[in-house]
């Protein structure tokens, strides 16, 4: 149970340098399978963060916003066929390429968690010939600039109990992080069995949540470093994955250097001073990419013309990056993933969070260069269905 005594250490880790999560990708990194049974050609990543990979003859599954739930992000990727049922989070996809959307901050409080699961995952896939990628998503950005609005007070715990399991890890940060999914629940338990312990410090433990996930997401900070090893558009093959969406004039921009400027931002890294600037294009502004909706919005109540123009911007940014279609998060889909525009957009954040709309998960397969939908049948995972799309 956190004491006083815990809060001063936590506040003088304030001016310490905390360890840094370990150094991002090489610009160009390979692996696949010691076993590749399927002789299937190693997986080739390109750009720091990552940017274009190529995975050929490879399944691919996209999840979209997980916002805190590590229960439903759990389902999720139980249906996608890439996390055991048995409880002890092992990655089951083998030489399945996974990508989620980002937004996995904000709204839930088991962030920090699923982060550790993904990252996990990550590293057991890789020695199966997979992938684990990760986009960061408008909440991602946000918690960085310290815009804490849409923080669950949970979340804030959950900031506070890591600190102090990092603590108790002394400060390996590898350790601590990749191995917090599994004591998360423990340590919850152990907090909510002592709240009575607060009562009128209450606000206290508010403040000193606020201070936690300040340290931790601050530019530079160890979890905002862990978020720059992760991208704002990436393209795998032909499909190109991304938060919000791509515009021709991001493409134009580049998205290999928006890519680089974000992680610079996040590790707290500039080219040009010691106060990184904020890549607008990337984050801030209704045309962003981590913000645009203009591919998600309901087409019901626009004019053929409009919807022309939509079409119209996404093939010429899908033809400026030679890709087949794009995938988004962002906005949730009250109808379920579903794809527009001739199927060259698939928008597949389900609100599945309980912080959202509690909705059942479902995820996006790619496979031999077609999509189809992974669902629930009923209100249970048992029964599983596919939608193919052509």
Same mark, same amino acid.
């Given at each position: 149970?956190?004491?006083?005594?815990?809060?001063?250490?936590?506040?003088?880790?304030? $001016?310490?340098?905390?360890?840094?999560?370990?150094?991002?990708?090489?610009?160009? &990194? #390979?692996?696949?399978?010691?076993? @590749?049974?399927?002789?299937?050609?190693? !997986?080739?990543?390109?750009?720091?963060?990552?940017?274009?990979?190529?995975?050929?003859?490879?399944?691919? +599954?996209?999840?979209?916003?997980?916002?805190?739930?590590?229960?439903?992000?759990?389902?999720?990727?139980?249906?996608?066929?890439?996390?055991?049922?048995?409880?002890?989070?092992?990655? #089951?996809?083998? =030489?399945? %390429?996974?990508?989620?959307?980002?937004?996995?901050?904000?709204?839930?409080?088991?962030?920090?968690?699923?982060?550790?699961?993904?990252?996990?995952?990550? !590293?057991?896939?890789?020695?199966?010939?997979?992938?684990?990628?990760?986009?960061?998503?408008?909440?991602?950005?946000?918690?960085? =600039?310290?815009?804490?609005?849409?923080?669950?007070?949970?979340?804030? &715990?959950?900031?506070?109990?890591?600190?102090?399991?990092?603590?108790?890890?002394?400060?390996?940060?590898?350790?601590?992080?990749?191995?917090?999914?599994?004591?998360?629940?423990?340590?919850?338990?152990?907090?909510?069995?002592?709240?009575?312990?607060?009562?009128?410090? @209450?606000?206290?433990?508010?403040?000193?949540?606020?201070?936690?996930?300040?340290?931790?997401?601050?530019?530079?900070?160890?979890?905002?470093?862990?978020?720059?090893?992760?991208?704002?558009?990436?393209?795998?093959?032909?499909? +190109?994955?991304?938060?919000?969406?791509?515009?021709?004039?991001?493409?134009?921009?580049?998205? =290999?250097?928006?890519?680089?400027?974000?992680?610079?931002?996040?590790?707290?890294?500039?080219?040009?001073?010691?106060?990184?600037?904020?890549?607008?294009?990337?984050?801030?502004?209704?045309?962003?990419? /981590?913000?645009?909706?203009?591919? $998600?919005?309901?087409? $019901?109540?626009?004019? &053929?013309?409009?919807?022309?123009?939509?079409?119209?911007?996404?093939? =010429?940014?899908?033809?400026?990056?030679?890709?087949?279609?794009?995938?988004?998060?962002? #906005?949730?889909?009250?109808?379920?993933?579903?794809?527009?525009?001739?199927?060259?957009?698939?928008? !597949?954040?389900?609100?599945?969070?309980?912080? /959202?709309?509690?909705?059942?998960?479902?995820?996006?397969?790619?496979? &031999? @260069?077609?999509?189809? +939908?992974?669902?629930?049948?009923?209100? #249970?995972? @048992?029964?599983?269905?596919? %939608?193919?799309?052509?």
């Amino acid at each position: 149970m956190a004491s006083v005594p815990h809060f001063m250490a936590l506040l003088s880790l304030n $001016s310490l340098p905390l360890q840094p999560p370990s150094q991002p990708r090489k610009l160009v &990194d #390979t692996f696949s399978s010691p076993d @590749n049974s399927l002789g299937l050609k190693p !997986i080739v990543v390109c750009g720091n963060p990552p940017t274009f990979v190529s995975a050929p003859g490879r399944r691919i +599954v996209a999840v979209g916003d997980l916002h805190g739930d590590l229960s439903q992000a759990r389902c999720a990727l139980e249906m996608a066929g890439v996390l055991s049922s048995d409880g002890r989070d092992s990655w #089951t996809g083998g =030489e399945t %390429v996974l990508i989620q959307l980002g937004d996995i901050l904000d709204r839930g409080e088991d962030e920090i968690a699923i982060l550790s699961l993904l990252r996990s995952l990550d !590293i057991q896939a890789k020695a199966k010939g997979g992938a684990v990628f990760q986009v960061n998503g408008n909440h991602e950005t946000m918690n960085v =600039e310290g815009d804490f609005r849409y923080v669950d007070s949970g979340a804030f &715990d959950e900031c506070i109990d890591f600190m102090e399991y990092l603590e108790d890890c002394k400060h390996n940060w590898e350790e601590a992080f990749i191995s917090w999914v599994g004591v998360s629940e423990r340590w919850k338990e152990d907090r909510k069995m002592s709240q009575n312990y607060w009562g009128p410090l @209450n606000l206290v433990k508010r403040q000193k949540g606020v201070i936690a996930r300040s340290i931790l997401l601050r530019p530079g900070g160890p979890l905002a470093r862990e978020l720059a090893r992760h991208t704002v558009a990436l393209k795998v093959d032909e499909w +190109v994955f991304c938060h919000g969406g791509l515009l021709p004039h991001h493409v134009g921009y580049g998205i =290999e250097r928006m890519n680089r400027e974000v992680s610079h931002w996040m590790r707290g890294l500039s080219e040009s001073d010691s106060n990184p600037q904020i890549p607008f294009i990337a984050t801030r502004g209704y045309d962003s990419v /981590v913000w645009n909706r203009l591919y $998600s919005r309901d087409i $019901s109540d626009l004019e &053929d013309y409009q919807i022309s123009q939509i079409q119209s911007i996404l093939e =010429e940014t899908l033809q400026a990056l030679g890709a087949k279609a794009m995938v988004v998060g962002h #906005t949730p889909q009250t109808t379920g993933v579903n794809c527009k525009y001739n199927c060259s957009i698939w928008r !597949i954040d389900v609100g599945m969070s309980s912080g /959202v709309l509690n909705s059942r998960p479902e995820v996006l397969e790619i496979r &031999d @260069n077609k999509a189809r +939908v992974i669902r629930s049948k009923r209100d #249970t995972f @048992n029964e599983l269905r596919v %939608v193919d799309y052509t």
